[in-house]
């Protein structure tokens, strides 16, 4: 009786574990055909942002960008065209928008941490809504990636200004001049905060000479001149 009892028992047991293997088999399929289905939503889902990127329609470019990286978040083109789409959206709830356009911009930093255009973007929308410390931040790493861009030093100087810095933005903005002494933009920001200064009269008037002098094609230069 007792073979029979444990020859009953083994063949309990071995039913028991073909149960469990052909439903761990299902599972698994199961798993497998939702994440192949997934991709294919995404897939269809960055068909349809390339075409509405296309035709301008930036609402629904930034929709379906977004819900492709979802899927496919190191697509570092699929970034910065999420972002750009988001920044040009209008209508939608804004605090939301920029969010995804600050996650999107900073993710494709970290994979290309020589991006300036994406830098740049973020410094902008830091400066813009007023987190200066992170446009600090963005600005000084937009710097070391690339020192001839005059932009990184207008942001810089622009958060020392709205920190009460201008000293500091002065120096800065006379620095960037010496090296890059054809940026019209870093001359009008250098003269504008000079007019703001005490007893800096002469110095403004120098500098727009100097401006003039290195930028004589330039229309912003020649509307500095004539105002001050």
Known sequence: MRTGFWQRRRR?????ISVLLVAGMVG?????GLKIQRRRGARKALARAKEAYAKGD?????????IYLQRFPNDLQAL??????????EGEDEQRR????????????RLDPGDTESMQKLADIYLATGQLAEAETI????????????????????????????SEAIDL??????????????????????????????????WIRRALAACPDSAIVHLMAARY
């Open 58 to 66: 930036w609402l629904t470019a930034g929709r379906n960008y977004w």
């Open 173 to 206: 903005l006379k620095q960037a001049i010496n090296r890059l002494p054809d940026q019209d933009r870093l001359y009008t920001l250098l003269v504008r905060l000079l007019g703001a200064q005490p007893q800096t009269a002469r110095d403004q008037a120098q």
């Open 139 to 166: 600005a000084r790493r937009w710097q070391q990636a690339d020192p001839q861009q005059a932009g990184s030093y207008l942001v810089l100087a622009q958060v020392y200004e709205r920190l009460g810095r201008t």
């Open 28 to 32: 698994a399929g199961g798993y497998v």
């Open 80 to 89: 910065r065209a999420c972002a750009d789409a988001l920044l040009k959206t």
């Open 12 to 16: 309990q047991i071995l039913i028991l």
């Open 98 to 109: 920029l969010s995804r356009a600050i996650g999107a911009l900073r993710r494709a930093v």
